[in-house]
C-alpha cells in the first residue's frame, strides 16, 4: 500500500516538474524575443551617437560593426596572423618531435626559440626588461627556495614589478643613460608590461612548485585516479597533471623560459602550472584525441559567427563605452547591462578558446577557461570556477589554500578579490567591483553554511528550501550584474546614478521584472543541473 502511495506521489512530482519546467522555457523565449527586438530598435535609433561602430561586412547593405571593445577589435584584426604564425609553430614543433624524439629537454629548447621570435615581434628591444626579471626571480627560487621565509620572499619579489610595472609603464632606457635611449625606437608592436601580468603568475607558479618538488607530497594519487572518470581511462587528467611534482631535474633555467614565454598562451592564457607543462613537454597531454580537437575548433568557429551576428545587429558595447546608456529608460539599462555581460563572455570565450586550442594541437592541455555559459550561474561561487577558470584554479592552489583554505574563508577573499583587482590594473573602479564583489559573497557563503546543515524531512521542506535557492540565486544573480555593470561599465561614480533610476516608478516595475526574470533563469538552471545529475 505504502509502495503504491510513494508511486503515485513519485508520478505527480514528476509530472509537476516537466509542467514547470514547460512554463519556464516559454517565458525565457518570450524573454529573449522581446529583449532580441528592443535591442535591434534600440541600435537603430542610436547609431549615430555611438562611438566606436565600423562598416561592416554583413547583410546587404552591410550594416555598422561594433568595434568599440578594444581588446575584441584588436584580437579579431589579428586573427589571420596569429592563425598563421601559431599554425607555423604547432607544425614545426609536431614535426621536430617525432622526427627526433624530443622529449622535455629538446622541446623546451623548440618552443624557447620559437616563442623568442614571437617575443621579439612583439616588444622588440624591450624583452631585455622580461630576462631581467625573469632571471632575478629564477635566481630568487633557487637560492631561496628551502628558506621559512621564501613565500614572503617570493610574493613580495613578483608584486613589487607587478606594480612598478604599471607605475613606470614598462620603464624607459633612457633611464640607464643616454647611450641606451637608441632602444625606446624599437619596443615592438605590443606593450611587454601588459603581457607580463600572466607572466608574474607563472613566476609565482614555478616557484611554489620548486618549493614543494622538495617536500612530502599530500596529493593522493590512487585515491585521485578511482574518483576520476578521465585517469580512469588512462588518460592524464589537468588536476593529476598539477598535483603530481616535476622530476627535479625539469626544474632547469630553459624549461622555466620556455614556459614563461610558451607561444600560444603567451598573451592571454589560460594559466597553466608549470608542474603540468613540463610534464607535457615531456609527454604530449592525451586526454583529447585528434577529433576531439578538430571538434573543439569547429565550435570555437561557429562561437565566431555568433560573435559577428551579435556585433552587427546589437551595440551593446558601443553603449556603454560612449556613456550613451545614461539616456536610456531602466527597462533599456536593463538590456544593455544583460547584453554587455553576455558580450563580455563570449568576447573571452573566443579569444581564450582560441588559443588554447592551439596549444592542444601543440601537445599541451591548458584549463578550459569558460566551461560554462555564463546564463548558467546562480551563484557567486560557481560563477568564479567558471568566468577565467584557470585563474580561479591558479588562485586556489597558490593563494586560497595557503592562506589557509576553507578555515579562513571570510578573510580570504578579500585578500583574493583585492589581489585580482590590482593583478588586472591600478584602477579604483576595480577595486570597487572587487570590494563590492566580497561584500555580495559573504552573505552567500553565511547561507550556504547554514543551508548544508538543513535537511528537507518532507515535500513541503524540500519545496520551501528549493524556493528558498531560486530566490537567493535571483539576488545573486542581480548583485554580480551590479557588480559587473560598475567594474567594468559605469565606474563607481555612475553607481548612485545607477541607483536612482531604479528606484524611480518605472524603475521599480522594472526591477521587478528584473527579479521575476532572474528567479525564472535560475529555477532553469535548477532543471538543467537536475537533468546532468539523472545523465551521470
Not at 562611438?51 to 547583410?59: A, D, K, Q, S, V
Not at 618531435?97 to 624557447?112: E, I, N, T, V
Not at 585516479?225 to 626544474?251: F, M, P, T, W
Request: hydrophobic share 50%; charged share 15%.
Amino acid at each position: 500500500m505504502n509502495m503504491s502511495k510513494n508511486n503515485s506521489k513519485s508520478k505527480f512530482k514528476q509530472k509537476q516538474n516537466k509542467v514547470e519546467l514547460l512554463l519556464l522555457i516559454l517565458y525565457v523565449i518570450g524573454f529573449y524575443i522581446f529583449c532580441i527586438h528592443r535591442s535591434l530598435h534600440l541600435s537603430r535609433d542610436h547609431f549615430s551617437k555611438l562611438r566606436g561602430l565600423r562598416i561592416g561586412w554583413l547583410f546587404s547593405p552591410p550594416r555598422l560593426n561594433d568595434a568599440s571593445d578594444d581588446q575584441w577589435r584588436n584580437f579579431r584584426t589579428n586573427l589571420p596572423i596569429l592563425s598563421l604564425v601559431f599554425g607555423i609553430f604547432t607544425l614545426l614543433a609536431n614535426i621536430f618531435r617525432k622526427l627526433f624524439h624530443l622529449r622535455a629537454r629538446g622541446m623546451s629548447f623548440l618552443w624557447l626559440f620559437l616563442s623568442l621570435i614571437y617575443l621579439s615581434y612583439l616588444h622588440g628591444a624591450c624583452i631585455l626588461f622580461f630576462f631581467l626579471i625573469a632571471s632575478s626571480n629564477f635566481l630568487l627560487v633557487k637560492i631561496f627556495a628551502h628558506s621559512k621565509y621564501f613565500t614572503f620572499l617570493l610574493w613580495i619579489f613578483n608584486l613589487g614589478f607587478l606594480f612598478c610595472n604599471r607605475i613606470y609603464q614598462g620603464y624607459s632606457f633612457s633611464i640607464f643613460g643616454e647611450y641606451w635611449e637608441y632602444l625606446d625606437n624599437f619596443r615592438g608592436t605590443f606593450r611587454w608590461h601588459i603581457c607580463f601580468n600572466l607572466v608574474v603568475l607563472r613566476m609565482i607558479s614555478f616557484g611554489y612548485d620548486y618549493h614543494w618538488a622538495h617536500q612530502e607530497s599530500r596529493f593522493d594519487q590512487e585515491k585521485h585516479i578511482q574518483r576520476c572518470h578521465v585517469c580512469k581511462s588512462g588518460k592524464n587528467c589537468y588536476q593529476i597533471l598539477q598535483e603530481r611534482n616535476a622530476h627535479i631535474n625539469d626544474y632547469t633555467f630553459t624549461t622555466y623560459l620556455s614556459y614563461l614565454v610558451y607561444a600560444p598562451l603567451y598573451i592571454a592564457g589560460p594559466i597553466i602550472s608549470f608542474n603540468s607543462f613540463a610534464s607535457q613537454l615531456n609527454v604530449p597531454q592525451n586526454h583529447y584525441s585528434i577529433k576531439e580537437v578538430i571538434w573543439y575548433g569547429l565550435r570555437w568557429v561557429f562561437g565566431l559567427c555568433l560573435m559577428e551576428l551579435m556585433t552587427h545587429l546589437f551595440y551593446f558595447n558601443a553603449f556603454a563605452t560612449s556613456a550613451s546608456w545614461k539616456m536610456l529608460s531602466p527597462m533599456d539599462i536593463f538590456i544593455v547591462g544583460y547584453g554587455v555581460i553576455n558580450f563580455m563572455w563570449l568576447k573571452f570565450f573566443l579569444i581564450w578558446r582560441f588559443f588554447r586550442f592551439c596549444s592542444l594541437i601543440a601537445g599541451i592541455d591548458a584549463p578550459e577557461n569558460m566551461p560554462k555559459c555564463v546564463n548558467n550561474c546562480h551563484d557567486l561561487e560557481s560563477f568564479w570556477k567558471s568566468w577565467h577558470a584557470s585563474f580561479n584554479k591558479w588562485i586556489v592552489r597558490y593563494m586560497y589554500i595557503p592562506l589557509g583554505g576553507s578555515q579562513r574563508k571570510l578573510l580570504n577573499i578579500w585578500v583574493i578579490f583585492t589581489f585580482v583587482a590590482v593583478w588586472h590594473d591600478l584602477e579604483w573602479k576595480l577595486l570597487s567591483w572587487a570590494w563590492l564583489t566580497c561584500l555580495f559573497f559573504v552573505p552567500e557563503l553565511l547561507v550556504k553554511s547554514a543551508t548544508n546543515a538543513f535537511q528537507a524531512k518532507g515535500a513541503l521542506d524540500g519545496f520551501f528550501f528549493r524556493e528558498l535557492r531560486a530566490a537567493g540565486g535571483t539576488i545573486t544573480i542581480t548583485c554580480l550584474m551590479v557588480a559587473n555593470l560598475v567594474g567594468y561599465v559605469i565606474g563607481p561614480s555612475g553607481f548612485s546614478w545607477l541607483i536612482s533610476q531604479f528606484l524611480s516608478k518605472e524603475g521599480l516595475n522594472v526591477f521587478g521584472f528584473m527579479l521575476l526574470t532572474f528567479y525564472v533563469g535560475t529555477k532553469l538552471m535548477f532543471h538543467i543541473s537536475d537533468a546532468k545529475q539523472s545523465m551521470q
